[in-house]
């Protein structure tokens, strides 16, 4: 019986193939997929105004009327992208040089040096190391302190900026190394060829060096981006800001589920189109 | 239609069951014939685990010396006590209704909507040795009773302050002034909490300051006044206003100075008073009256450990542990021999907080859910209701 089985088995080997993802293909699209949807229907579930309980399978457009009739939601996604572009931004400006030092210039040992130093944080927890910058930016803090000499004060934790910064310094690493790894791809006789055909390292960088670079940074900048946009506990402690998060972390905790998931098609949107461009630009074949 | 018949076969089953469940009549439940969901018609045997959903400071286990009402009631009753804290009523709601709980401590504007949607359940109150000595002004309010039944026991109550930095703000103000006027010293510095319920406090604002509006509920406000409540807000918000989620947000930003001004709990003045290298602060009752809340235990319907649930309700209407827990809060106690016993931790603590002055509560409005009707006889005016507040309050924080 079970070389009958087998024999089956072996003159299929697409059932084969089949019989050995059902289970792991299973649990992605029932557990993972399932509850995506489940999550997704309450965005076209009415809800008791006074209760707060959802009426499920009884449905209506009520909370994307809500989130379309009210301005408010538009400016909080348009802020939550405008931090998250700039956060790619500056992440990427950062990377650039440090993932060139480490990757053509420095010796191997400060070049190991270097690479443990950049992933270092991502060690510690990232609740201390958002606590860490608390301590630095309110307004009697290590920041206030070093700069009072010039009649300066802290910012304080109510500045849109902190989210900025913070979220720079968080995601950084994700940026550098994919780009430390691209810079480690490119040739040396490429280099060299643009040497002898007289580029300089600003022609070099621009004309040769950058082109071959945007496959690493386009996936750099696909973690720096989609982390930056699902963040909501940063700009809460550091800029007592609204991001797409936090409106759905809110209407989810103060039990209006439905205006929360219809919220949440906004950045499930927003990385779809994200991602299909950053898969032009090769993203994916760098990763 | 045979799926329709299905259906239809199952419902007249369901409603066979029903009716025979009520029809053993082994029970005297309150109302004759038939059981509330969730009734306990008798105390049975702990189960050994209680699990609830809490204001901060209403579960003390001794991490501040001397406020200690969770292990003794561990001890005594083998009801090991998990607890999940509240950043709001909201949240509280919304807590509850996942059923991962057995129960919490809930204000008005919680427990009202846990009542209608049958979250909660009525409480046998002859099981509750406790319950008889409570101050009747506690007893059969709106926000711990439906239909005449008791759907909870009271924990403590009190009002929602202002509370300043005195080395800041020198001379003590008496009013709610300082924090919809702002000044230069505290401009930028001035606390408020981050939830659609303080729209209630600007109401009462208006109610001093513009009676033509004629606000005579703050949480029941028609078109004009919301949108004149709402207005306030916005311009207080431009004030530089820092608004706290969880109490210990506050709490830091009052120590590192941040904030020096705005409305509190006299729970945090108790926590800040306790710190010595915070500011220190004060707090008063302002003049024009204010918020505040009276809390109530309640046991969730699908409750898995209902019999710790009564145990626990009982052990928070006793002497030793609601004098502790109102002393520690700073809330008024719920019963002569609890405000005696609290007196012996915090002398002068039962007068302080009005435990027993019923004409002191008249002056407070209970935190209570907003509502299409007004909550009120006249059918001919309509309400900003619940979500609106919520939806409002998005709008003023997310700007």
Redesign the interface.
Known sequence: MIRRITGWFNRHPRATLGALLAGPLGWISVVYLGSLLILLMHAFWSKDSFTGKVEPFNWTLDAFVQILSNPVYFTIAARTIGIALLVTISAAAIALPVAYYMARIASPRKRALLLVAVTMPLWASYLVKIYAWRTILQTNGLLGWAISPFGLEGPGLTEIANSWLVLTYLWLPYMILPVYAGLERIPNSLLEASADLGGRGWITFRRVIFPQLIPALAAGSIFTFSLSIGDYIVPDLVSDAKFIGNVIYDNSALGSFPVAAAFSFVPIVVMIGYLLFARRLGAFESL | MKRFKGVTLLAVLALLVAACGGSTGESAAPSGDEKPAGWLEALGEAEGELNLIIWPGYAERGEYEGFNWVDPFEAETGCKVNVTAM??S??G??LL?SGQYDGGSFSGDASV??M??G?VAPVNVDLLSNYAAVFSGLKNQAHNSKDGMPYGVPHGRGPNLLMWNTDVVTTAPTSWDAVWDGTAAVN?KISIYDS?IYIADAAIHLMAKQPELGIKNPYQLNEEQFAAAIDLLEKQRDL?V??W?SYADQVA?FA???LVIGTTWQFMANVLGGDTTAPKVETVMPEEGSTGWSDTWMMATKAANPNCMYLWMNHMMSAEANGQATVFFGEAATSVAACDYAETIAPGHCELTHASDEAYWETIWYWA?P??DCDDADSATTCK???DW??AW??L???
């Open positions: 950043t709001d909201n949240n709601v919304q209704q909507r846990l209608t949607a979250d930028g659609s530089g820092i608004y989620g930003g590192s100075g941040d859910t509502r299409e209701t619940q979500d919520v939806e998005t709008t924080r997310g700007n």
